[in-house]
């Protein structure tokens, strides 16, 4: 894209950087676009992003003037030493991925994410270089690129880049996640003998899984970084949640603690189902012989019963064969009664008992006759015969004694017709 030199802000006494443009013979339009680029770059402030300070043209070339970063790129420090640990990976993660987030909700896209455009400051932070020329430079009315070239390094170009699609926020993901692998494992994802190879790498290869080079870091890292590089746009992390992510500290796959264990709480048992104080009602006296109510406890399946009721339990087995004892002594007593009124009990009145239940003078004046002395006709009463009785003998004399009174009493009966 161009040159950076060291260069000294005379108005203001500052050190800068000063960024010349390849392309020669910059033309009024797209001067007029390189302006609208670098004044949207300058729009950006965020601590992650080269500030743009002043723009214009020299010797018909564009040139920057930019924020002077006292630092090395990461493509020096990676050369200088080797692979990234996860931890300074990480913290390149969340803080690139915060710049981009910053340029992305305002519709810039960088397109040419690298290791040589993500600068670290003496402190270790990141920023982010060039933004907004990449776009500018990518313009066919620049006339700073040719027909079919791409702008953007082929290590780490997009699959929809390298298929000649518009660049989007999803294409700088890409990119990122490309970077990230580069600065673990030493090597991009996708690397072959020419630039074109490389592009249908992109396209059609799966990357290989940083663990499998034998590279220290959690799976959650790996996998992560692996959906960074996912074929499609729409499979791909955003910016911003890429620098949430990293900056959680979730990277380090660290297992959640155990909840500390809750004493195990009896299940509620329905108010309709069990009364408030079993106990209570067990242990209520009752009156002697009376029935037995209902349980007054419900044990519900698989739960414990409560702490209280079990001696009240017990107290009611207790009172429960009393009670039972009195109401079956009474029942069998009952019973017995009964029994032996009816096997007992004869079955038809004595003899000498009226059957109408008429006090004893009828009884009397069937033996001895009327008041007149005529012999009263005896009721048709039914002889009573005793099952168990011998018939009783009639006295020695009765039948005399009768048969005179009944002569006598004919023999004054006559008497009286005659004086009559």
């Avoid at 155990?258 to 069990?274: D, E, F, G, K």
């Amino acid at each position: 894209m161009g040159e950076v030199w060291r260069g000294t802000d005379e108005v203001l006494g500052r050190p800068v950087a000063v960024k010349l443009l390849l392309g020669e013979q910059a033309d009024a339009r797209a001067a007029a676009r390189f302006r609208m680029e670098a004044q949207t770059a300058a729009r950006l402030n965020h601590p992650g992003v080269v500030s743009v300070f002043d723009f214009g043209t020299w010797d018909g070339r564009f040139y920057l003037v930019m924020e002077l970063v006292e630092g090395r790129s990461l493509a020096e420090e990676l050369t200088d030493g080797g692979p990234l640990t996860p931890e300074r990976v990480a913290a390149v993660a969340a803080q690139a991925a915060a710049g981009l987030a910053s340029a992305h909700r305002q519709g810039i896209v960088h397109r040419d994410i690298k290791p040589g455009n993500l600068l670290s400051d003496a402190e270790g932070v990141v920023k982010i270089g060039d933004f907004g020329i990449a776009r500018f430079v990518d313009d066919p009315s620049a006339a700073l690129t040719t027909a079919g070239q791409i702008v953007g390094t082929s290590l780490y170009l997009a699959p929809e880049r390298a298929l000649g699609r518009t660049a989007e926020p999803a294409s700088d993901v890409y990119s990122l996640g490309c970077v990230l692998y580069q600065l673990l494992t030493g090597r991009p994802p996708f690397k072959a003998d020419t630039a074109t190879a490389t592009l249908y790498l992109h396209i059609d290869a799966a990357p290989l899984p940083p663990l499998e080079l034998g590279i220290g870091l959690s799976p959650a890292f790996q996998n992560y970084l692996l959906v960074m590089l996912a074929k499609q746009p729409q499979d791909r992390p955003t910016a911003d949640e890429v620098a949430a992510w990293f900056a959680s500290g979730a990277w380090q796959g660290r297992s959640e603690p155990m909840p500390t264990p809750q004493p195990v709480q009896a299940r509620p048992v329905p108010p309709q189902s069990v009364p408030p104080h079993p106990a209570r009602h067990a242990a209520a006296p009752r009156p002697v012989g009376s029935q037995p109510g209902p349980a007054t406890t419900y044990m519900l399946p698989g739960t414990a019963p409560a702490s209280g009721t079990r001696p009240a339990l017990r107290a009611l087995a207790r009172r429960r064969p009393r009670v039972t004892a009195v109401v079956a002594g009474a029942l069998a007593f009952a019973t017995a009664l009964l029994i032996g009124m009816a096997v007992f009990a004869p079955e038809e009145s004595p003899a000498d008992t009226p059957v109408t239940g008429e006090p004893g003078p009828a009884v009397t004046e069937s033996l001895t006759g009327g008041a007149d002395g005529a012999p009263a006709e005896s009721p048709q009463s039914p002889v009573v015969e005793s099952p168990s009785a011998e018939q009783p003998k009639e006295p020695e004399g009765a039948g005399d004694d009768g048969k005179q009174s009944g002569e006598k009493g004919e023999q004054d009966g006559g008497k009286h017709d005659k004086d009559d």
